[in-house]
């Protein structure tokens, strides 16, 4: 595959990841305002996950279950990170979730390829991230003043869980496993080791739930969440790395942002303009970096 070619399908994995993951933030939230509990969020997305890839279980590689490296991916994206950022998503709204969670990826990202790899940014990636952070802040600032013990709460939740996605993108992408084979063991992993758990331990409210609520998270939660953003999240670090496919989904609280103008009714402020402005060209700039 070309570099031209390889760029292009790495950029559209990514815009798939991008839509989905700002759904995330969004029906996430729904989700942590309903009657649900958390524990709850995370066992319809399981149960609906390990459902739909049940026929292809048979077709994982033999040795997936004892492999160690699958089970320290699985925790990072899945055992520890969904009931810590469902809890976060209960006490702080989706526009933090959108900050916090993919906002911080390139820096988290970069952080990591220095500590563990060595490998410093460039000076034009240094650039393209101070933009991002620059528009981040400006995408932040209606939020800033609605500060609550609640929303700190949650807010700390949401970086906990966003480092803990920083540390699976990068094993991820350094390990190089089919995004199919990762796919899988993640969703059948969580389910083996969770579920049990959940029937016999963890607070439940699901059976005073709407069922329009339990249709919404199971199906969002477990298709395009665990299965169809995973495979595309995959598919763009395998093509365009770490480091380039951050700095693109960096762009989601800004659609979180847009995408709360029609749907939520909130204006499109100047500051939310000027963070469209300066993450977009972020992007762009911390994306001309050869690949590697």
Same mark, same amino acid.
């Given at each position: ?28 939230? *729904? ?84 500590? %563990? ?14 933009? %991002?952070?620059?528009? %981040? ?85 477990? %298709? ?15 093509? *365009? ?39 977009? *060209? ?11």
């Amino acid at each position: 595959m070309t570099e031209k070619k390889q760029l292009a399908w790495g950029y559209l994995a990514a815009t798939a990841t991008l839509m989905m993951w700002s759904g995330f933030s969004l029906i996430s939230r *729904l989700g942590g305002k309903s009657v649900l509990t958390p524990y709850d969020i995370f066992a319809l997305r399981l149960i609906t996950a390990s459902a739909i890839l049940l026929p292809f279980i048979g077709s994982m590689p033999r040795r997936a279950w004892a492999d160690r490296r699958l089970w320290i991916l699985t925790c990072l994206c899945s055992l520890i990170y969904c009931p810590i950022a469902y809890t976060g998503f209960k006490y702080a709204p989706a526009a933090h979730g959108g900050i916090l969670f993919p906002g911080l990826q390139p820096f988290l990202i970069s952080a990591l390829a220095w500590l %563990i790899s060595g490998t410093r940014p460039t000076r034009i990636r240094s650039i393209g991230l101070s933009l %991002i952070g620059s528009g %981040i802040v400006c995408a932040a600032m209606p939020y800033l003043t609605e500060w609550s013990p609640d929303y700190a709460f949650g807010d700390l939740l949401m970086f906990i869980s966003s480092c803990l996605w920083a540390l699976y993108g990068f094993f991820a992408a350094r390990w190089n496993y089919s995004p199919w084979t990762l796919t899988r063991a993640i969703a059948f992993g969580s389910a083996i080791v969770y579920l049990p758990i959940y029937w016999y331990f963890l607070p439940k409210e699901i059976s005073n739930a709407p069922t329009s609520m339990i249709l919404i998270q199971a199906a969002f939660q477990g %298709i395009s969440a665990t299965i169809l953003a995973m495979l595309t999240y995959l598919k763009s670090l395998q093509l *365009l790395g770490p480091e380039r496919t951050a700095s693109f989904l960096a762009l989601v609280p800004v659609v979180i942002g847009v995408l709360a103008v029609p749907l939520l009714d909130e204006p499109l402020t100047p500051w939310l303009g000027a963070g469209i402005v300066l993450v977009s *060209l972020g992007s762009y700039v911390a994306s001309k970096t050869r690949l590697g």
